[in-house]
C-alpha cells in the first residue's frame, strides 16, 4: 500500500442506516492522491451527477490527503465536496483545524456520505466504533452550543457541525469544525442539513499511517520548520492573521470598498486591518494541528456595542466583507458578524456579499425600509447587519431572499439587481479584485468551484508572495494591473495550487515553503518519487477533471466572463482605470490548457491525461 | 549628473529629494523611527565590502542620513539587509520592497505590523529613491 494512508474509506448511507468500508487501489490515488480530486473522481464514477444538490443522491465527501496526520507543517486539512447547492456545479470546501488528522488517526482516509436520515443524527466514528445517534434535541442549535455539548464528555473527540443555517437549507451554509474552522464555501452546510446529519465526530486510535520513508521525512520536515522560521510571510500571518494583507491591499487595488465600487480608502483599512487587531483585541494566536505559524485569531471585546467573549476572530476575507465591503470602519462590528456567522453555520464571504447587494439596493430605493421590516441598511449601519444576518440564518422576512447568496437574490429581486453582483458561475467573489490583479481575474473565470482564490496559488505567484522560478517559468515581481504574460501565470499557479486540496496542506504553508521542500516531504510519505513535472501533470488531470464535471452539467465558455461590476474601471484607488483584458487572458489560457471553442478540455488532452471515461462521457 | 550610489553625497541627495517631495510630510505623517539599509557585499559588481545606511525619519521630517558603520546600523528600529543586485533592482522600480521582503530577497529586523499599518509610506521613500540620478557601482567605467 502507498505509504501515508490508513487505507481505507468509509461509506454510510443515511437512509438505510448501514456502513461499510470500501478501498481504492494504489494506482487510482497515485493519479488522483486524495482530498477533493480523488472526491470528483469518485463522485464521477459512482453517483448521478445531475442530481439535485439538496437531494439524497447527492453525496456528501469528506476527504483527507495522504500527508494529512503526518506532522508535517499545515497537513491538518481536510475538504468537504459535493454538488453545491448554491451554484449547481462542483463544489469543494477545504478547511484546516482538527478533524483531518483525527480521521486519519480513526483509520480512515474519507467519508463518503450517502442518502438522507429520516430523523436527525449524529454519525460518530469513536475508538473504532461507528454510530448513528439521534440528534433531536441538538437539531435547532447554534454551532458552538451543540459542539460544546458533543465534546462536554471528551474534550479530544474533533466534531464537525453545522448550525440553524445548515438545518434550514441556506445554500451559503457552512460547517464547523470545533468552533474556529470552517468549509464555508459553496453551501456544503445546506447539504449536510438536506441529510439531516448534525455533526460528524471523529476520535481516532489507529495511530500513525505509516511513511514510505521516515528518514527522508524527517529530513524534509527539519527543512519546511527552518524555511517556515525563514519567511516573513510566515512571521508576518503569525503576528497579524491573514488580515495584514488588509493594509497591503487597499495600496494596491486588492481590496473591495462599498460593494466594489470604490478604492483607496485607507484610513477605513487601517481601522480594520490585522496591526489594529493585533494592538486591540487578539488575546493570542491559535495554530490549526501541527502548524508552526499559527495564523489563526482569538479575539476579544469587552467594551462598546459589540462585545464579544474570547473567541475566534475574523480573518481578511470576513474583515474586508463586513469592513471595507458595507463602509463599516469598526473592528468590533466585523468580530461581532463573524461570531454570528460561525455560530450560525454561514460563509461569511456569501453572507457579507448578500449583505453588500441589498445596502446598495437600499440606497436606491429597490429594497426598503418595510421590506427589512424596519431595518436601516445605510452603508455602515452595522446594527442592522447584524439583525439581518440572523434573519438570514433562520430564513426570516428578507432574510430568506438573502439566505441563499447574493446571485440567488438578486435573481429573485429581478431587474438589474445581478449586476451589482460579483460573482462567477454562481459564486460571489473573495475579497480581491480582479481590476487590481487581473491574473486572478482570470482565476476567477476558470476555477471550477466558482469565483475562488483557493484552486489555485494566483494570490501568492500574482501578488508576490512567494516566487517559484524552479518550478516553473516566472518573473521576480508582476504588475497587478497587466493581463500580458498572465495566463501563463495563472495556468502553471493553477497547476501546482490545485494540488494544495488534493494533498490537504494548508496554502500559507505551501507558500512559505520551497517547491521542492514540499515534494520531498510528499515522496517521503507515499513513495510515489513524484519529479515537479509528475505534481504538476497530477495538477493539470485534477483541474481537467473537475472542468469535465462542470461541462456534463452545461458549463462552458460562456460562463467564464467576469461580471459587468469588474469590467467597469475605478475612479480611485491602486487599482483606478484599470479592467482585465479577458479576450487575451482567455485566448492564452484557452490554448495552453488544451481548451476547444466550447470550452471543453480538447479529447488529446483528456486521452494524455489518463481521463478516458470522462472523455467517453463528453465526447459520446 | 549622477552621484555615485551609496555615497555620502547620495545620501544628502537622497534626503533632499523626500524633503523637496511635495507629498512626503503629509504621507509620512505617523512614522517615527531610524531605517538601516544593510548592503551585501558583491565583488563582481564593484561592492567588496557591506555598506551600512543610516536613515532617520520622524512624522515626516527626515534627520540624519548618512553612510555609517555596522554598529550604529544595528541600533536602528529597523534594519533592511539584502544583496547589492536586490538593492539596485528595488531602485529601478523592477521589484517591489515588500515582495522582495516575502519571498525572502530582502530581509528585515524589526516591528512588521508597524511597516504593514505604513506600508504607504515605505512606497513613498522607495518611489523618491527611484528619482534620484544615481551611478550604480556596477555602471562605473
Ligand atoms: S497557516 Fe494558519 S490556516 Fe494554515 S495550517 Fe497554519 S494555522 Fe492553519
Redesign the pocket.
Known amino acids: 500500500m502507498a505509504g501515508g494512508y490508513a487505507g481505507k474509506f468509509l461509506r454510510v448511507d443515511l437512509s438505510k442506516g448501514s456502513w461499510d468500508d470500501f478501498t481504492i487501489a494504489d494506482d487510482v490515488l497515485r493519479q488522483y492522491i486524495g482530498g477533493s480530486c480523488l472526491a470528483a473522481k469518485l463522485f464521477l464514477e459512482r453517483y448521478p451527477i445531475e442530481a439535485d444538490p439538496l437531494s439524497p443522491e447527492n453525496p456528501l465527501m469528506i476527504m483527507t490527503g495522504p500527508m494529512v496526520g503526518s506532522g508535517f507543517p499545515?497537513t491538518?486539512r481536510f475538504s468537504v465536496c459535493a454538488k453545491s447547492p448554491q451554484t449547481g456545479i462542483w463544489a469543494e470546501s477545504a478547511c484546516?483545524g482538527t478533524f483531518g488528522p483525527e480521521l486519519k488517526r480513526a483509520g480512515y482516509d474519507g467519508i463518503v456520505i450517502e442518502g438522507r436520515s429520516e430523523k436527525p443524527v449524529v454519525l460518530s466514528i469513536i475508538d473504532s466504533k461507528i454510530a448513528l445517534s439521534d440528534a433531536s434535541s441538538l437539531w435547532g442549535k447554534d454551532i458552538y452550543e451543540a459542539t460544546d455539548e458533543l465534546k462536554a464528555a471528551d474534550r479530544s473527540i474533533k466534531a464537525l457541525v453545522i448550525g440553524p443555517a445548515g438545518e434550514n437549507l441556506a445554500r451559503i451554509a457552512a460547517i464547523g469544525n470545533d468552533k474556529g474552522h470552517f468549509s464555508g464555501r459553496a453551501g456544503l452546510g445546506a447539504v449536510m442539513g438536506s441529510k439531516n446529519l448534525k455533526a460528524v465526530l471523529v476520535k481516532g486510535n489507529a495511530g500513525k499511517a505509516p511513511k514510505a520513508d521516515d528518514d527522508a521525512f524527517k529530513t524534509a520536515m527539519k527543512a519546511a520548520m527552518q524555511e517556515i522560521k525563514e519567511s516573513a510571510l510566515a512571521e508576518g500571518?503569525h503576528m497579524m492573521g491573514s488580515d495584514a494583507n488588509m493594509d497591503l491591499g487597499m495600496v494596491t487595488g486588492d481590496v473591495p470598498v462599498k460593494n466594489w465600487t470604490s478604492g483607496g480608502e485607507f484610513d477605513l483599512a487601517n481601522s480594520l486591518s490585522g496591526p489594529t487587531m493585533r494592538e486591540k483585541y487578539l488575546t493570542k494566536a491559535?495554530?490549526?494541528t501541527n502548524?508552526p505559524?499559527?495564523?489563526?485569531r482569538v479575539v476579544k471585546v469587552e467594551d462598546g456595542p459589540y462585545t464579544a467573549e474570547e473567541g475566534p476572530g475574523p480573518e481578511y476575507e470576513t474583515c474586508a466583507v463586513f469592513g471595507t465591503m458595507l463602509m463599516n470602519p469598526d473592528l468590533t462590528a466585523v468580530i461581532k458578524a463573524n461570531e454570528l456567522c460561525n455560530r450560525y453555520g454561514m460563509d461569511t464571504i456569501s453572507c457579507g456579499s448578500a449583505v453588500a447587494l441589498a445596502m446598495e439596493l437600499f440606497e436606491k430605493g429597490t429594497v426598503t425600509k418595510e421590506q427589512l421590516d424596519g431595518l436601516d441598511l445605510s452603508w455602515g449601519r452595522m446594527d442592522s447587519v447584524l439583525e439581518l444576518v440572523k434573519k438570514m440564518a433562520y430564513r426570516q422576512g428578507f432574510g430568506d431572499i438573502l439566505a441563499d447568496g447574493a446571485v440567488h437574490a438578486a435573481r429573485r429581486i429581478g431587474g438589474d439587481a445581478i449586476d451589482a453582483v460579483v460573482h462567477v458561475k454562481g459564486l460571489e467573489a473573495p475579497m480581491h479584485d480582479p481590476r487590481g490583479f487581473h491574473g486572478m481575474g482570470l482565476a476567477y473565470m476558470m476555477s471550477n468551484r466558482g469565483a475562488c482564490h483557493l484552486q489555485h496559488f494566483v494570490l501568492a505567484t500574482e501578488q508576490g508572495m512567494a516566487s517559484w522560478p524552479q518550478l516553473f517559468d516566472m518573473k521576480d515581481d508582476y504588475q497587478g494591473t497587466t493581463s500580458e504574460g498572465k495566463a501563463a501565470l495563472v495556468y502553471n499557479s493553477e497547476n501546482y495550487g490545485i494540488l494544495a486540496n488534493s494533498l490537504a496542506i494548508?496554502?500559507?504553508?505551501a507558500y512559505s515553503i520551497k517547491p521542492e521542500t514540499l515534494r520531498d516531504a510528499f515522496n517521503a510519505v507515499t513513495g510515489f518519487g513524484f519529479t515537479f513535472t509528475d505534481l504538476l501533470s497530477t495538477g493539470m488531470r485534477d483541474w481537467t477533471l473537475k472542468r469535465g464535471f462542470n461541462n456534463l452539467l452545461g458549463i462552458s465558455k460562456k460562463d467564464d466572463i467576469l461580471p459587468k461590476r469588474i469590467m467597469t474601471a475605478l475612479d480611485t484607488g491602486g487599482a483606478a482605470g484599470s479592467v482585465p483584458d479577458v479576450d487575451l487572458l482567455l485566448k492564452e489560457y484557452y490554448e495552453l490548457r488544451g481548451l476547444d471553442e466550447r470550452g471543453f478540455p480538447k479529447a488529446e488532452i483528456l486521452a494524455v491525461l489518463g481521463l478516458d471515461d470522462l472523455k467517453a462521457r463528453l465526447y459520446q | 549628473m549622477p552621484i555615485k550610489a551609496m555615497t555620502q553625497e547620495w545620501m544628502d541627495a537622497y534626503k533632499a529629494a523626500i524633503q523637496a517631495d511635495p507629498d512626503y510630510r503629509n504621507i509620512a505623517k505617523d512614522w517615527e523611527g531610524s531605517v538601516a539599509l544593510v548592503v551585501n557585499p558583491d565583488p563582481s559588481k564593484n561592492v567588496p565590502e557591506p555598506i551600512y545606511l543610516f536613515m532617520d525619519y520622524w512624522h515626516g521630517d527626515v534627520g540624519e542620513f548618512v553612510v555609517c558603520d555596522k554598529a550604529k546600523a544595528e541600533s536602528a528600529r529597523f534594519v533592511m539587509t539584502g544583496d547589492y543586485a536586490r538593492w539596485k533592482q528595488v531602485a529601478f522600480k523592477e521589484l517591489d520592497a515588500t515582495k522582495a521582503l516575502l519571498q525572502g530577497k530582502l530581509k528585515m529586523k524589526g516591528d512588521l505590523p508597524y511597516v504593514v499599518r505604513n506600508i504607504k509610506t515605505v512606497n513613498k521613500v522607495i518611489d523618491i529613491l527611484g528619482k534620484v540620478d544615481t551611478l550604480w557601482p556596477d555602471d562605473h567605467k
Open positions: 499545515g491538518s484546516g500571518l491559535h495554530a490549526c502548524c505559524i499559527a495564523c489563526k494548508c496554502h500559507y504553508v
